[in-house]
């Protein structure tokens, strides 16, 4: 009897120091560590800002003239001219030594070509509005020899797209408005679900989308916005001066390299409405709307910016088939 109670104690003690030990271990196990959470948005801003701002409150909007690429063309200076027109029109009159690529494929075909060691990258389309997304998409990729052809090919011999604009903006100009409306309030970023974790990645993700998407998702005409003015938040990119001069009903003031930036006003722009950008020519704009795409914004681009608004009054950049267009030589 007393042998038995020994074995019971025995396996009594036996057991308790293996609980012991058990809830020792689990106290020495670390909580699953949770991954922070990130805005994407703000590491996307961020990373397209850099340290100097980047290339929207910088360089932009990286425009060439059509004499300059004649004249590099005539030195043989190393150029790429990338034409993203449609095939048909590419191959019925393009500028000499021109590639035609999409849109879509502009920096996959950058990359591919080694086009970094060139002096300039130059993409040309219809009117110059176009181009602004593959430069965006180029130039926010931190390329910097990369420009757009000033008005497009209309700058270089086929004019009639800036003319019709010029004569419609002559012949039916809006009425303007001359008093300020103001920014909204200061509110949040778009939010993104790129699952990625990087300035850098997230770019990437979000310029693939984009670029799919295409330029007919960013432009917009006058007529459409004039329909319903309430229905956007119109952003008019002119510095104070030229704004106070007269602009759009309703449009908002947004001074060109400086109130887009994160510590600035970026944050004013609305996420649950439709922006419009405009300014003299929809050549910036398009850039502009480019990159709040980018960042999730649902953005377009006035085409035609003030020009096809009221031209005989606007300040700015004015098409002038006589001082404009180049009627230099094409190739089929």
């Known amino acids: ?20 030990i058990n809830i020792s271990c689990s106290d020495d196990k670390e909580d699953p560590v949770t991954p922070p959470t990130i805005s994407e948005s703000e590491e996307l801003v961020k990373y397209l800002e850099g340290s100097d701002g980047g290339y929207i409150n910088n360089a932009i909007p990286a425009i060439i003239s059509a004499s300059t690429v004649n004249t590099d063309i005539l030195a043989g200076t190393d150029i790429t001219i990338i034409d993203v027109r449609g095939a048909n029109d590419f191959a019925a009159g393009h500028i000499p030594g021109a590639v035609n690529v999409e849109i879509k494929d502009i920096v996959t075909y950058y990359k591919n070509n080694n086009l970094s ?41 086929y004019p009639t797209s800036w003319n019709n604009a010029k004569t419609y903006g002559q012949t039916n100009p809006i009425t303007k408005q001359t008093t300020a409306n103001a920014k909204n309030p200061a509110g949040n970023l778009p939010t993104l679900s790129t699952g990625k974790n990087t300035g850098a990645e997230i770019f990437e993700s979000r310029l693939t989308t984009v670029l799919n998407e295409g330029y007919s998702v960013i432009g917009i005409t006058r007529e459409t916005i004039f329909a319903n003015l309430s229905n956007y938040y119109i952003i008019n990119y002119w510095p104070v001066a030229e704004y106070d001069q007269g602009h759009i009903e309703g449009a908002i003031q947004y001074t060109p390299k400086n109130d887009l930036k994160l510590a600035n006003y970026l944050k004013t722009l609305p996420i649950n409405k439709t922006i419009v950008v405009y300014c003299y020519t929809g050549q910036t704009s398009a850039q502009i709307a480019s990159f709040l795409r980018i960042l999730g914004y649902d953005a377009k681009s006035l085409q035609f910016g003030a020009n096809r608004l009221f031209y005989d009054t606007m300040p700015g950049s004015k098409w002038d088939e006589a001082t404009e267009c180049m009627n230099y030589p094409v190739v089929q």
Do not use: H
Request: some cysteine; proline content about 0%; hydrophobic content about 50%.
């Open 1 to 20: 009897m007393k042998e038995r109670k020994l074995n019971l104690m025995f396996y009594f003690f036996i057991a308790l120091t293996f609980a012991f």
């Open 117 to 157: 060691s060139k002096a300039k990258v130059i993409i040309t389309c219809y009117t110059g509005q176009s181009a602004g997304l593959a430069v965006a998409a180029l130039r926010l990729s931190k390329f910097s020899n990369v420009y757009s052809l000033k008005w497009g090919m209309c700058s270089w011999a």
